[in-house]
């Protein structure tokens, strides 16, 4: 079945660092990638859609120059946290429209800004 | 806006019990809903999924859930739950006019005593 690979699983960095975060669809071509973000026992949030060779759409609330995210590619996406701070400690999540209209997640990534 | 909701947040029953979770979404047009499943530490999975025809729908580990349109609803169920059932269980819908947006309920936890 459809394989989406996400890393790295966790990462440690310092606050006003940046991190990207790597979103790859293994054997089948994602035009369209999401990104959530998962606070701990809470829904997943969406934050914004990686469209291939356009510009994210980001959801209300979502700063754009916080979270760049770039799908240069049909099966890669990448969520680079800019400058993180503390409170942009969470759990990442990209997924990828499969074929069959259903939807793959990535294992997420992990996220603590210290 | 479309939204989901979960209404059990916490629910605990003991193995061989029955399992009704409720979903209920609110969408002004076609919708395409789903069940995941997140194991601790683990990624979201598929349990099941509607698109369209028999508004009954089998999934995976002998989950159900039922499409019914008059109420919005897509409640998941399974008749005998097992101890290996413990898992944050997230109701989800799409639509045909979102560009694909997956939206997720808040998520149910569900603990299943031996």
């Known amino acids: 079945g459809a394989v989406v690979s996400q890393h790295p699983s966790w990462v440690i960095c310092k606050s006003g660092t940046s991190v990207k975060i790597e979103c790859r669809s293994l054997?089948?071509?994602?035009?369209?990638m999401f990104w959530y973000r998962q606070f701990p026992k809470q829904s997943l949030m969406l934050m914004a859609t990686s469209n291939e060779g356009s510009k994210a759409t980001y959801e209300q609330g979502v700063e754009k120059d916080k979270f760049l995210i770039n799908h240069a590619s049909l099966t890669l996406s990448t969520l680079t946290v800019t400058s993180a701070h503390p409170e942009d400690s969470s759990f990442y999540i990209c997924?990828?429209?499969?074929?069959?209209?259903?939807?793959?997640f990535g294992s997420g990534t992990r996220l603590t800004v210290v | 806006a479309q939204s989901v909701s979960q209404h059990n947040h916490h629910v605990i029953l003991s193995e061989a019990a029955s399992l009704e979770l409720g979903c209920n979404y609110s969408?002004?047009?076609?919708?395409?809903l789903f069940w995941y499943v997140q194991y601790p530490g683990q990624h979201l999975q598929l349990l099941l999924k509607?698109?369209?025809?028999?508004?009954l729908v089998k999934g995976i580990k002998g989950f159900e859930a039922e499409f019914i349109k008059s109420k919005f609803s897509f409640n998941l169920r399974k008749p005998s739950v097992q101890w290996s059932d413990t898992a944050e269980y997230f109701c989800a819908v799409t639509g045909s006019s979102n560009t694909g947006k997956l939206i997720f309920g808040q998520g149910t936890t569900l603990q299943v005593k031996p």
């Open positions: 969408y002004g047009g076609t919708v395409n």
């Open positions: 054997d089948f071509q994602a035009t369209t």
């Open positions: 997924s990828a429209r499969d074929i069959g209209d259903g939807y793959t």
């Open positions: 509607y698109f369209s025809g028999d508004p």
